[in-house]
């Protein structure tokens, strides 16, 4: 079975400012996808960035970047310039590819976005 | 816009009082699951739907019951909700093999048991 682990249960940044969430995830498969959602208080869980394992570059959009470290299992998001609608929680997932293959998401960080 | 739609946003039912939350999509993806998400947690896989067949997970309580009708439409009955099935309610759409595109979400059902 598959686990994802983000070990910082809350951060905060100040506006304009870089921060990069951890994500760790534990699996013996080899063709995965990863990815990050947002979810803002009160809001809809929205995709902000993932990542097909077999490609060995970093996906990038906009603002949001990660670092993928195959095989450390690793999957880092770094949000640049820091903007106060990036407060929310956000969970990194794991999905084996396949038919029925459901998410594993990791418990989530609470990210406070600083004026 | 293709999205998933949730119905209602906010729902409050008397402890015991079957209640239905309901979810469509215009996305024609053929797999549709419903999560529960209590306050700062991540969601929880109650069951999911691909195409027809419906997949339960092992710790779902019998109280919960879902039903698929068509491609569009999915529903959640809470058959006898009790204070502690009070939470969010999310449903998402995929497609088949799920895919790079991951998992399209609703805004949410915040279910309220009094």
């Known amino acids: 079975a598959q686990t994802v682990t983000q070990s910082q249960p809350e951060m905060s940044v100040q506006e304009a400012e870089t921060v990069t969430l951890s994500c760790t995830y534990d699996t013996s498969e080899n063709n995965y996808y990863l990815f990050w959602y947002k979810q803002p208080p009160s809001r809809q869980m929205i995709l902000v960035i993932r990542q097909e394992a077999y490609k060995q570059q970093n996906a990038t959009e906009n603002r949001f970047s990660v670092n993928f470290q195959k095989a450390a299992k690793s999957f880092s998001l770094k949000i640049s310039d820091s903007q106060l609608g990036d407060t929310a929680m956000y969970f990194c997932a794991f999905m084996k590819r396949g038919r029925g293959q459901n998410f594993v998401f990791g418990p989530g960080t609470r990210l406070s976005v600083l004026p | 816009d293709a999205m998933v739609i949730q119905n209602p946003r906010y729902q409050v039912t008397q402890f015991g009082k079957p209640v239905t939350l309901s979810c469509s999509q215009t996305l024609n993806h053929n797999v549709m699951y419903w999560y529960q998400q209590k306050s700062s947690q991540a969601p929880k896989l109650l069951f999911h739907?691909?195409?027809?067949?419906?997949?339960n997970e092992a710790d779902t309580p019998d109280n919960f019951q879902s039903r698929r009708p068509n491609t569009s439409f999915c529903f959640l009955d809470i058959r006898s909700p009790g204070l502690g099935d009070a939470a969010m309610y999310l449903c998402?759409?995929?497609?088949?093999?799920?895919?790079?595109?991951?998992?399209?979400f609703g805004s949410g059902t915040r279910l309220t048991v009094v």
């Open positions: 998402a759409t995929s497609r088949e093999g799920g895919g790079v595109s991951g998992y399209t």
């Open positions: 739907y691909y195409d027809k067949d419906f997949n």
